[in-house]
């Protein structure tokens, strides 16, 4: 890093982020190979982007979709596969009501279609697998951290990693036959017989922080606007430092 | 361009204050930090313009709503692809703070720095001539906390994150400087009108 004039931001992008600028600014021709059904409201979506620069767990792309007469909608979306998939990645997308791109993609889209992607972006929210991390996602927020709990496991890396995931019912956790003893789930509306029902709380993260790894944890909390200010309150609260906790809103 | 088989998207109206690529957002203001919102009050506020001027200052919170007042009406555009149409911001012209502190000839960019840390580049040109205002109030009440109160710079020809929230300071410099998400891979000076998003649009 050069010596810059100005105050260093506090957040530091994370070690080994290869943003490539170049990669970015191109749109590439992803192909849908498959579709899986997570929950009755989510699915993901595998393509082949044969010139897919690679990504690191927590980034995100751009996804165009263009209509006949020329318009075109884009949107963004966390990518959910580990890296090391080469020329693949996947996506989860929830099906939001009469929802332009994600309706397209739960009611039109088969194997064989193809859409425009860019990307990878933002460095900011990545995690290379260096440091603990403490990862707190809701609902579809929990697609960038399922990239870091599957490089986890596929490196079988031994840095910490735990996963808080909050989800309205059982039936609505996305990825939960993946989830191990890295997991804990908190379910807001019903939960599964002896489980309370209830959103994140101070007493979730209490242990998670006890823990104290060397180096302490790296927060990443990812959802609805709502949830991430709900959730990085709980974390300040807790005593996290603010500048180590990333946050990824969809909105 | 490769049309996708059987999208069609929304019906749509041609908007010409709509840049390319975005979507009215109507009432929503989506809110897009990387970072924890902080608990700054109008208290511990302040605002320094320093680097390359005649005058370094700072003005805390009643120094700087002393100054004249300034509106800005008219339309933002974020990045993330929303647009919003005929908002109304209060607050304070950039060019009444430069007025203060004099910018020298050598200065040609600026970084412009929050209070959480954040940070972010233009050139100077985008700052001056009524172009961009430190913000305080929004639709006539105080801007609310998520979206930069009790103060944020506000550059609403470019896009959004140029005007960064919980404003601190601004530096002037001879050279340019990439902030935050310029460092992330954004376009170092985001044009919506020319879709500039990322490095290399
Ligand atoms: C960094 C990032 C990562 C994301 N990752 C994921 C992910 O992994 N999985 C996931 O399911 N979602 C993710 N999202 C949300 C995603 O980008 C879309 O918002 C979501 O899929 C809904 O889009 P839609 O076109 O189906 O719905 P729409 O209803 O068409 O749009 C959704 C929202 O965007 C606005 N909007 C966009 N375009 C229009 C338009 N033309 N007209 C009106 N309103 C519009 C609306 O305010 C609406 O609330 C992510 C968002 C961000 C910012």
């Known amino acids: 890093m050069t010596e810059t004039s100005t105050p260093r931001t506090r957040f530091a992008v994370p070690g080994r982020i290869a943003v490539s600028n170049r990669a970015a600014a191109r749109w590439q021709t992803a192909t849908l190979t498959e579709i899986r059904r997570e929950t009755p409201r989510a699915a993901s979506f595998r393509f082949a982007v044969p010139a897919w620069a690679g990504h690191l767990p927590g980034q995100h792309l751009m996804l165009r979709l263009t209509a006949p007469d020329g318009y075109t909608a884009q949107r963004h979306y966390s990518i959910s596969s580990a890296p090391d998939d080469s020329g693949h990645l996947e996506l989860t997308l929830d099906h939001v009501d009469g929802g332009e791109v994600s309706g397209w993609f739960h009611t039109r889209a088969r194997p064989g279609d193809e859409v425009a992607v860019r990307g990878p972006l933002s460095g900011f929210f990545a995690w290379p697998g260096d440091r603990p991390a403490l990862l707190v996602g809701a609902g579809s927020g929990v697609v960038p951290l399922m990239s870091m709990v599957r490089l986890h496991r596929a490196r079988g890396l031994t840095v910490p990693l735990r996963l808080l995931v909050s989800a309205r019912s059982p039936e609505e956790l996305i990825y939960a036959r993946e989830y191990g003893a890295e997991t804990l789930p908190v379910f807001t509306r019903e939960a599964p017989p002896g489980v309370p029902v209830g959103r994140l709380a101070a007493a979730h993260l209490a242990p998670v922080l006890a823990e104290r790894p060397a180096g302490g944890w790296e927060a990443y909390v990812c959802g609805s606007n709502a949830f991430a200010e709900h959730a990085s309150r709980l974390l300040v609260a807790a005593g996290q430092p603010v500048d180590r906790i990333r946050i990824e809103r969809f909105g | ?201």
């Open chain 2, 1 to 201: 361009m490769n049309v996708t088989r059987d999208f069609t998207g929304r019906a749509r109206v041609h908007n010409p204050g709509l840049p390319p690529g975005q979507y009215d957002a109507g009432d929503d203001w989506p809110v897009l930090s990387a970072e924890v919102t902080p608990d700054l009050t109008a208290a511990d506020w302040s605002f320094r313009v320093d680097g390359l001027v005649e005058r370094p200052r700072a003005w805390d919170w009643d120094e700087a709503r002393a100054l004249p007042g300034s509106e800005y009406a008219g339309d933002i555009h974020c990045v993330t692809s929303w647009s919003k149409f005929g908002v109304r911001f209060g607050g304070v012209s950039l060019d009444a703070f430069l007025d203060v502190v004099r910018p020298l000839p050598t200065a040609t960019h600026a970084v412009a720095y929050a209070h959480t840390g954040y940070t972010t580049n233009l050139p100077l040109a985008d700052l001056t001539g009524g172009r961009a205002w430190i913000a305080f109030e929004y639709g006539g009440r105080p801007l609310p906390p998520e979206h930069g109160g009790p103060a944020r710079l506000l550059v609403p020809h470019l896009y959004f994150w140029k005007s960064a929230k919980w404003i601190a300071g601004i530096r002037l410099l001879d050279h340019d400087e990439p902030g935050f998400w310029e460092q992330n891979g954004y376009h170092a000076r985001g044009n919506p009108w020319r879709e500039q998003r990322y490095a290399g649009d």
